[in-house]
C-alpha cells in the first residue's frame, strides 16, 4: 500500500499565499475590463474571497489530504465561547478608545477601506463582517500558523508571523490609523486565541465582534 506524499510545508504556504491574492487579481481583472462600479466591485470580491477560502479547504483535503482539525476547524468547549466573548468585548472597547485617541470617531473615510465602508447597507456591513471573520482567520490563523508551526515547530515565531502579515496587510487599504489601533488590538487576542486553543472558531467569533464598528456607519 502506497503512503500519501506529505506535501512540504513551505509549498503550502505558498499555495496559500498565491489563493489569498485571488480576490485582488480578480478586482484588477474587472478594472481592465472597464468595469468602474465599485459596488459591484466589492459584491465581486466578497464573492472571490469565499472562493479562494473554498479553494483553500480543498488543496488541505485533496492535495494535502489533511482533515479540517489541521487548520483549526474543531468544536471550542462552551467555557472558552464565553472567554472569547469577553475578551473580544474587552479588545474591541480598548481598540475603539485608541482610534478615537489617534484619528476621531468614525471610518477613516480618506483611505480606501474606510471609503468602502461608508457606502456600506447594514445588509453589506453584515456581509463583510462574516466574510472578514470567517476567510482571514481561515488564511492568516487556520492556515498560515498552522504551516508555519509544521515549518518551524516554534509556535510563538508561527504567532508573531501572522500578526506582523496581518496588521501589516491591513496597512494600505485600511490607513495607518485604523491598521495600528484597532488591527493591532484585535489581531493580538486573535493570535493569542489561536496559540492557546488552536481553534479557529473561536478566532472567528472574536474577529466578528472586533468588526461590529463596522455597522455603526450604516445603522447611523
Not at 19 to 29: H, I
Not at 37 to 50: G, H, K, P, T, Y
Not at 125 to 149: C, D, P, Q, T, Y
Request: aromatic share 8%; hydrophobic share 55%; proline share 5%.
Amino acid at each position: 500500500m502506497k503512503t500519501a506524499v506529505r506535501v512540504p510545508p513551505l509549498v503550502a504556504l505558498a499555495v496559500g499565499a498565491a489563493l489569498w491574492f485571488v480576490p485582488t487579481l480578480v478586482q484588477r481583472a474587472a478594472w481592465l475590463l472597464g468595469d468602474d462600479d465599485r459596488a459591484v466591485d466589492f459584491d465581486l470580491v466578497l464573492v472571490s474571497r469565499w472562493i479562494a477560502a473554498a479553494l483553500l479547504l480543498g488543496f488541505v483535503l485533496a492535495v494535502e489530504r489533511r482533515p479540517l482539525s489541521s487548520v483549526g476547524l474543531h468544536a471550542p468547549r462552551g467555557r472558552d465561547v464565553l472567554i472569547t466573548v469577553g475578551l473580544a468585548v474587552l479588545a474591541l472597547v480598548v481598540s475603539v478608545t485608541l482610534y478615537g485617541l489617534v484619528a476621531g470617531t468614525g471610518p477613516d473615510q480618506q483611505s480606501p477601506s474606510g471609503r468602502i465602508v461608508a457606502s456600506l447597507s447594514v445588509a453589506e456591513s453584515i456581509h463583510l463582517i462574516v466574510n472578514a471573520a470567517v476567510v482571514e482567520e481561515l488564511f492568516f490563523r487556520g492556515f498560515l500558523m498552522e504551516r508555519v508551526i509544521d515549518l518551524t515547530r516554534r509556535p510563538w515565531l508561527a504567532a508573531l508571523v501572522s500578526y506582523v502579515v496581518f496588521v501589516g496587510s491591513h496597512v494600505p487599504g485600511s490607513g495607518g490609523a485604523t491598521a495600528l489601533t484597532m488591527v493591532a488590538v484585535g489581531s493580538l487576542l486573535f493570535v493569542g486565541l489561536y496559540w492557546v486553543r488552536r481553534n479557529l472558531l473561536l478566532c472567528v467569533g472574536a474577529h466578528a465582534i472586533g468588526n461590529l464598528p463596522l455597522l455603526a456607519n450604516a445603522l447611523a
